[in-house]
């Protein structure tokens, strides 16, 4: 349900995984659809909501810390939490929206100092385009993502209009990595066929304001990032970043699918 956690599935658990470094990660989602209507955004697909009507957010009937709040109190009864296998050791926040959206902010940061507070040995980590948790609990804890594919304010303007622009959000990957841990989600990035730029460029801008974690995966649903060429250019993109990440000490993680793609496999979808 809306605001409350849940386990996520398929490529929603690779990311959660690979930011959260725990077996099983919860997720919350603060609401359902996105007012920064990327055009490229996978949300109204796996959601089933028409793209049009993305835009409209809908956010859950209580506050999502009070139904959270519901949700422990009731697997406490049952038994005490820690010693519970389903005990929630990390949480990403949100899948389906922009949790630090000006009308999801409150409910993210709310929600994270109830989970900071109350489960000490708990992760958070968070997603956006727009900034990070600027709440008064700055620990290691919070894994403050930002996602972000191009610093060409051109691409900015095309494809994610209503998001915070790339030097802001580089910004906030700085103040994020000064905090204690900031993660870059470079998904989708786009083939050479939807937009030129320059890979190496791009990750030098993004390691000099500082970042621990790159998740990277290639664009979908179009047939220009699925081509020979664009598997051959995936294929050269993994390669600088496993050496550009190894030789600035910052973690990466290549989703699978992009793996498989670039090995030959799947034509992707
Ligand atoms: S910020 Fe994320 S969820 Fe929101 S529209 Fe863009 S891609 Fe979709």
Redesign the pocket.
Known sequence: MLGELYEPHGLALETANAVLEVKHPFAVNVALG?P???S??Y?PLSCKVKREN?TNMRTPKEAPTELVRKQLAKMFEKEPLLSMSGFPRGVFLSF???CFHPDNRKNTEDLIDYLTFGLSSTQIATSS?LGIYEGEHGSYRIKNGI?LVSIDERFWKTF?PN?ASPKDRLKSLCVGHERGFSWLSMEPYPSSAIWKQDLNKFLEEVTFWGVDLIVFGKWNYDKRASTEEARLEYKTNVNVLVDFCKSNKIRLHVKSETLDFVNGGKRGR
């Open positions: 996105c920064n209507g990327c490229y955004c949300g993305w389906f929206t922009d385009k996602s994610e998001a």
